[in-house]
């Protein structure tokens, strides 16, 4: 496979700037072939305004990614992954190809409902000889009771699952027993519409409901609020939660990154205050269903 980096060895000319910000915009040893396959770079190689905005998004999740999958081996554990709403498999394919295809006791595995997007990364893998990648045509919640997948997975990622994708991935990281959940949530319906359902008892009630009367805030205030209840759930199950930004991700509002760690230690503080919070804004419902303790 041609690799950017061994061309700017043997002296490729530094006039030639697109083939500079091709090897600027690359990870050492990464695959050419693939970011052309993935249309990420164009046939003859080039990358253009929009490609270059999309392989810095991967590149930058990449990072972060690379960091904890460094530290598996350490917890005597492999590199299992589960890439969940995976769409067209960019994360996944990159994953491999960085690191995963080093490691011999790597395998990564791409959910998703779009059977033909799962048809196209199987054809894709195999071309390229990915040989431990594996797609299945199921939705997040059916993977956790599929015999495709190992009883165990290290790391879960889920960038932009839609909806509730997000909190079956989470149920999966736990049923899986994952080391590392990788999260980067996208819209969600399920708690504003819970709000907007009590919202005439919750204004009745307090003036905090103020901060969701408003339909746009209602759907702002049920993101952010289903975000903070994931992290709650997340630490009351033993988990070490980060939040940040996932920066280089200019073209989207969903940019929020939840990096969750096993420790073991369950937070009865978490498992509380997330109790408290389904209370205080009128969710119970959603106890059972997302949140079981
Ligand atoms: C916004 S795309 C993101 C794709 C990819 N992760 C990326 O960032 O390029 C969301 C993908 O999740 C898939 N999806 C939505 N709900 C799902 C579910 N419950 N289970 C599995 N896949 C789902 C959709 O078909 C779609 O391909």
Redesign the pocket.
Known sequence: MSRPHDKKKKGASPADAATEALADALQPGQSVELLKELHILTREGRLNQDSRRKLKQVQHLYQFIEKLLAELPEQGAHATVA??????S??GFILYDLFLRHRSDAWAYG????EE?VQRSQELAQRLGFERMRFLP????ESTQSEALPARIDMVTA?????T?TD?AIAFGLAKKARFMVLVP?CQAEVAASLRQHKALALARTPLAELWRHPLHTREVGSQLTNVLRCLYLEAQGYQVTVTELVGWEHSMKNELIIARHTGQRKASAAQRLQALLGEFGLESLAQSRFPL
């Open positions: 890439d969940h709403g995976a769409g067209k960019y994360l959910i998703e409902t779009r997007l199921l939705s997040v919640a960038l932009h699952a839609c909806d994708a079956d996208c």
